[in-house]
């Protein structure tokens, strides 16, 4: 483990307590380092448990890296390092860090972090959000209309999410179509297939702590979808062409309910200093 302060901490549950539908009697626990799909008769959460992971350096490598690096940005709930600049494919230039947070899920009354992310964009973007300078950063996270123009925009947005924990494939996947589904009320053809392309990516897969995925939007008709367990970049791993997709996984995470409000509150004052 890196230099980073680990902390032990038991809980357990030993009262009744209905997960999915099934009740359990027994001590209900967590381990950090174990796929959330797993139930354990001993908790044992790490924090501050977290190393550096980026798009071209390893792990080792980046663990190197100063805190305070202005070439790195900290996510402080997790302590992951995203880059303030990021090369991806498809791009025709690098994308700037807009803010960064982390996606939290609740097992039994306990809020258990499965992973940080860092929000990109092509950095003229800001070139199209001329009506919204001068606002405060609650004006800007308020206002839909300003990240429906983002979207928008004809210029690359992208989603780097860094594992803080084990998971299987499947339980990843699932999570997020348990948040894209309720925003496509009526899936065309094309949309099912597009998710039937994006499921197959995480079937079956196991993801590592400290594996990267990247959500690429090249345009509001077609998304870069790209794996990579130590954080380098090789190949993309499919290519998601449907705009009710494609616009369904922004709203996820930058919509009226966001899957992680740390992620659009962060991107939000970033937008907001931005346009000052």
Known sequence: MSSAL???TSLCLSSPTKIKSSNLNSKICFH?????STLYTHISLHRNDARLLHAHLSPKAASSLSVSSSEYTEEPE???KFQTSLSLPGCSS???LLGTGYR???FAIIGVKVYAAGLY???SIFSKLDAWKGRSTAEVQQDSSLFNEIFQAPLEKSLHIILVRDIDGK???DALDEAISPRMTSPTPVDESALSTFRSIFQGRPLKKRTSIFLTWLDTTKMLVCVSSDGILSSVDATIESSNVTSALFDVFLGRDPVSPSLKTSASKGLASALK
């Open 6 to 8: 680990a902390i032990s």
């Open 32 to 36: 950090p380092n174990k796929p959330l």
């Open 78 to 80: 997790t302590k992951v």
């Open 94 to 96: 690098p994308l700037s």
């Open 104 to 106: 939290e899920k609740i």
């Open 121 to 123: 964009a092509n950095q």
């Open 171 to 173: 339980t990843f996947w």
